[in-house]
């Protein structure tokens, strides 16, 4: 016979751990420096303006 299994505690131990997996999402990407954020965007920029550039025209 398997082991006792109490469902409150698995499903409040799930929500925990969804919850500090947000929590550490936000901190990555919330946590950055003005520099870091700034050099980010740039690069998105950038490869957005290349993506456009390979287009190819109709």
């Known amino acids: ?3 006792v299994v109490n469902l409150n505690r698995v499903r409040k131990d799930r929500a925990k751990a ?3 997996a947000t929590a550490a999402a936000n901190r990555a990407s919330h946590g950055r420096s ?3 954020r700034t050099r980010a965007e740039t690069e998105r ?3 957005a303006r290349l993506l456009d550039g390979s287009k190819l025209e109709e």
Do not use: T
């Open 45 to 47: 920029e950038r490869a």
């Open 1 to 3: 016979m398997g082991e």
């Open 34 to 36: 003005k520099v870091e």
């Open 18 to 20: 969804e919850a500090r």
